[in-house]
């Protein structure tokens, strides 16, 4: 068993990318195995996303922590395009890679919608699902929130400073910043400031021009022709006081997906995993432990 303060690290070379995996608790093949996909915020990586849920979850699971295509100390390689697609598909083949044939996800914003793309084209290699405010729910219909536009601006006009990051996470990531110590967001600063990451953003706005409409057509995962037959078991985790996804994606979920239940967390925003992480890992795990052969 290891724990968060001592996980076992490895690079692994995905296709064309070298991706940088955490694995905590169980051997793989000796547990189920969970893999934590993280936010897309700048700064945002793998284990700094999941820090308060790792050692929970490591008590039950083989749990996979890797920092995605773009962020990290993964390659910073990202088919803009499609990201979700481009996630997806890199995440299922680390999962090969690694030689678990089938996994939990459990995804958190920009990594929910790369947990659900992954079930919604291969769901071979999903076991269970747990999705905490995923992104990708209904993005051609509205406009973007203001915490959106707080993200995707963050490299533009000045640059990255690290006012702009705390406005970022006290402001819109949690309903309460004043939570939120000077580590967090001196740590998250840091992250954001890779020149391969200034350079070339792996979240930011679809160029204008004609492409830029099937970018987020592509996107918006409620728009996914297998949305309506995805069988995977699915939990969705919403804080009521997200500003950056819309709390009311979580309804749009419910009705779309046959096996999908929905909790609404209030007095939480878009960090549900890390502003109440107790609730998130009791209802994460008791979720999971729920498959079949589990007790």
């Known amino acids: 068993m290891t724990s968060a303060a001592s996980p076992?690290?490895?690079?692994?070379?995905?296709?064309?990318r070298d991706i940088f995996v955490a694995r905590?608790?169980?051997?793989?093949?000796s547990a189920p195995a969970v893999m934590l996909l993280h936010g897309g915020g700048p700064g945002a990586s793998g284990v700094a996303n999941w820090r308060r849920n790792i050692d929970a979850l490591a008590e039950h699971f083989a749990v996979i922590v890797p920092d995605m295509p773009g962020?990290?100390?993964?390659?910073k390689q990202i088919d803009l395009s499609d990201p979700f697609g481009d996630l997806a598909a890199g995440m299922g083949d680390l999962l090969e890679e690694l030689g678990i044939e089938k996994a939990h996800l459990v995804g958190n914003s920009y990594g929910g919608g790369a947990a659900l793309r992954m079930a919604l084209d291969r769901p071979d290699r999903v076991d269970r699902m747990v999705l905490n405010g995923p992104g990708g729910i209904g993005t051609t219909r509205r406009p973007p929130t203001k915490g959106l536009n707080a993200l995707l601006d963050y490299y533009g006009g000045e640059g990255p400073t690290r006012q702009k990051m705390?406005?970022?996470?006290?402001?819109?990531?949690?309903a309460d910043g004043s939570q939120v110590p000077d580590e967090t967001i001196d740590g998250r600063y840091q992250d954001s400031l890779d020149p391969e990451v200034v350079a070339n953003p792996p979240l930011r706005r679809p160029e204008p021009g004609p492409d830029a409409l099937k970018t987020l057509w592509r996107m918006d995962l409620t728009?996914?022709?297998?949305i309506k037959t995805c069988e995977t078991p699915t939990l969705v985790l919403w804080g009521r006081?997200?500003?950056?996804?819309?709390?009311?994606g979580g309804?749009?979920?419910t009705s779309r997906m046959r096996n999908c239940d929905l909790y609404m967390v209030a007095n939480v925003g878009h960090w549900v995993q890390w502003e109440t992480?107790?609730?998130?890992n009791r209802l994460a795990i008791d979720f999971l432990r729920t498959s079949e052969g589990e007790a």
């Open 223 to 226: 728009r996914h022709p297998a």
């Open 8 to 16: 076992t690290e490895t690079t692994v070379r995905v296709g064309t």
């Open 241 to 248: 006081q997200d500003a950056i996804n819309r709390p009311s």
């Open 251 to 253: 309804e749009m979920l």
């Open 166 to 174: 705390a406005d970022f996470i006290r402001t819109y990531l949690v």
């Open 71 to 75: 962020y990290g100390r993964s390659t």
């Open 277 to 280: 992480p107790e609730l998130f």
């Open 24 to 29: 905590f608790g169980h051997e793989i093949g």
